[in-house]
């Protein structure tokens, strides 16, 4: 009899655990700030984006500004394609892929929209013929956002948050730019019917710039107005919109959002750059090694369960000329409503 039974006891052992043992879990990368700039020189001004110019050849200045980039300029090809490849040897087999945005190198004259398209296109056919499958497409992206279903119970939205910018003053007047918290409403509500869960993506996060002097607020991101609507929108919807995901501070860093009435509802996850620049120009501002984000999620609910960090390290790469992605940390994502939301 005793046999029997602790038979039974382990084989109810390894049926809990078997079950624990039984989450299905997926993977996406999230890049972003990857500001391509094939017009990097290794010899060029480092002052002026690494730049070759007529006057450098005849100044014959043979400052060498690194193989792999350098923290005062934007990417260099090289960087890109070893990144690229990178995400390939650790997981070429991404559910999807977050690309958040910031693609053109800096630069205080702005480029046509041909220079744009020709860049983001470059950008584009490596990531898809490394690794990635098929780009989403789609007839119409009036205002700039959209939503996919990546997959049955999960979707993407990506927001266009260019049109609530602090910067932009366009549409300052505007109640609603071109209809997109209307438009992300509909999204959220529908989604509660078809029972799918949400990620938000977008460029540049609500907020504040984090980076500012001591005791100094940073500038806010969007509009006041602007932001007031999205929280209204995020905290109604908190149930649905179980991660969020952004760029732009070219910082590795998280965001959780309180509400008037005191309490956290909801986050965000702010990825570091594939660019080395930093804006030297300012006293606080301190470059960040390139970077890429492998996130591990639960494929039913969409909850999100961890993510790795992967970094180059610049200067010994550019020392010894020889790629070594290092590995940055991984976390678990403590948030409570992922928590929650990874369980349910
Ligand atoms: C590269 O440099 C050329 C010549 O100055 C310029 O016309 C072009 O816009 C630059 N492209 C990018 C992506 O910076
Ligand atoms: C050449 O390099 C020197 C030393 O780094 C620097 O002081 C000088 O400004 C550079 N000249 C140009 C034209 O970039
Ligand atoms: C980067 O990869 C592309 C596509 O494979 C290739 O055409 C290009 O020459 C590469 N550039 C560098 C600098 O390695
Ligand atoms: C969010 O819900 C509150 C309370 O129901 C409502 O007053 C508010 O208008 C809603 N916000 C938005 C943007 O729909
Ligand atoms: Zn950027
Ligand atoms: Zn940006």
Request: with cysteine; aromatic share 16%.
């Amino acid at each position: 009899m005793w046999f029997v039974s602790l038979c039974i006891r382990i084989l109810t052992w390894f049926f809990v655990s078997h079950s624990i043992e039984c989450y299905v879990y997926g993977y996406f990368w999230h890049i972003t700030d990857i500001h391509l700039d094939r017009n990097y020189s290794r010899n060029g001004n480092a002052k002026n984006g690494c730049h070759k110019k007529i006057e450098d050849i005849f100044a014959f200045n043979f400052t060498d500004n690194g193989v792999y980039g350098n923290f005062q300029c934007d990417t260099p090809e090289f960087l890109f394609n070893t990144t690229i490849q990178n995400m390939k040897d650790l997981h070429s087999r991404p559910d999807f892929i977050v690309w958040t945005g910031d693609n053109m190198p800096h630069s205080k004259n702005g480029f046509d929209m041909d220079t744009v398209y020709t860049e983001v296109g470059v950008i584009t056919d490596l990531l898809i013929a490394t690794m990635f499958y098929y780009l989403i497409k789609f007839t119409s992206l009036q205002g700039g956002f959209y939503s996919t279903l990546v997959s049955p119970g999960l979707r993407v939205i990506a927001l266009n948050t260019i049109l609530w910018l602090s910067e932009n003053n366009e549409n300052v007047r505007v109640k609603d730019p071109e209809e997109q918290f209307q438009w992300l409403e509909t999204v959220l509500s529908n989604s509660i019917v078809n029972q799918e869960k949400v990620y938000i993506t977008g460029h540049i996060p609500p907020g504040f710039y984090p980076r500012t002097t001591p005791k100094q607020k940073g500038i806010p991101m969007y509009h006041q107005h602007f932001v007031e609507h999205f929280q209204s929108i995020a905290n109604n919807y908190s149930y649905v919109i179980i991660g969020q995901f952004y760029g732009h501070f070219h910082l590795d860093m998280f965001q959780i959002f309180e509400y008037k009435t005191g309490t956290s509802k909801g986050s965000a996850f702010i990825a570091p750059p594939v660019s080395p620049w930093h804006d030297d120009q300012s006293s606080y501002s301190l470059p960040v090694n390139p970077s890429v984000r492998l996130v591990r999620y639960f494929t039913e609910s969409g909850g999100l369960l961890d993510y790795t960090q992967y970094y180059l390290d610049l200067d010994t790469a550019n020392c010894r000329q020889k790629v070594i992605w290092g590995f940055n940390f991984k976390t678990d994502l403590l948030i409570p409503e992922n928590a929650q939301s990874s369980t349910s």
